[in-house]
Nanobody, 124 residues
Framework: QVQLVESGGGLVQPGGSLRLSCAAS???????????MGWYRQAPGKQRELVAA???????SYADSVKGRFTISRDNAKNTVYLQMNSLKPEDTAVYYC???????????????WGQGTQVTVSS
């Protein structure tokens, strides 16, 4: 019901910047009911971890490892979430996945959606 498409990944040198975008599409009903969007990342051999998230009211949260360097934002009109990544480090190298959460059909339930992922490589 909700499709997420990431873009903006690529190769960047340490200290550089990159901006990721995630556009949500699907039925209007489901799109407008997205309550939370965010970014996860997974490096080879490691578990997927939450990087940043933004709620529909604009509240944001970040992993400690990216605080002060990454900024998440959301454009509700475009159904798009962005991740501005500054001062990138080699350890930021990972596949970054967009995530969205909608309310389920029953109160207190939620449905999670995932994008296909976009590769971010930080290397000199």
């Amino acid at each position: 019901q909700v499709q997420l498409v990431e873009s903006g990944g690529g190769l960047v040198q340490p200290g550089g910047s990159l901006r990721l975008s995630c556009a949500a599409s699907g039925s209007i009903y489901n799109i407008i009911n997205i309550k939370l969007m965010g970014w996860y990342r997974q490096a080879p051999g490691k578990q997927r971890e939450l990087v940043a998230a933004v709620a529909s009211d604009g509240a944001t949260s970040y992993a400690d490892s990216v605080k002060g360097r990454f900024t998440i934002s959301r454009d509700n009109a475009k159904n798009t979430v962005y991740l501005q990544m500054n001062s990138l480090k080699p350890e930021d190298t990972a596949v970054y996945y967009c995530h969205a959460q909608t309310a389920g059909s029953r109160r207190g339930t939620f449905i999670n959606y995932w994008g296909q992922g976009t590769q971010v490589t930080v290397s000199s």
